[in-house]
């Protein structure tokens, strides 16, 4: 897997949500000061989808910038995923794989 770099910090609302590609990836919600609160992965042509729905259902308390990483796979997204929740720990991510 190639080195990954996220995409720069923007706000989470919808006027940002329009500039995400629509395929596979991985993406990360931070909180006002930078902590990742959540990581999750998108399938193909569901990047801004999955995003969109973070944003409708404010189901990741604290999200206020998002980031993100198009893959070229849904494996891809998935094995990276993975990655890096166990490299970032992502309070959210813990919470519900306990």
Do not use: C, W
Request: cysteine-free; aromatic content about 8%; proline content about 3%.
């Amino acid at each position: 897997m190639a080195n990954k770099r996220f995409s720069s910090k923007q706000k989470f609302n919808k006027t940002n949500l329009k500039k995400v590609p629509l395929q596979s990836g991985v993406y990360q919600l931070t909180n006002q000061a930078g902590v990742i609160q959540y990581i999750g992965k998108a399938k193909a042509g569901r990047l801004k989808d999955r995003l969109q729905e973070h944003l409708t259902e404010k189901d990741i308390r604290g999200a206020a910038n998002f980031q993100f990483i198009p893959t070229t796979s849904n494996r891809e997204a998935e094995l990276l995923e993975k990655k890096l929740i166990i490299k970032k720990t992502p309070k959210q991510n813990i919470q519900y794989n306990l």
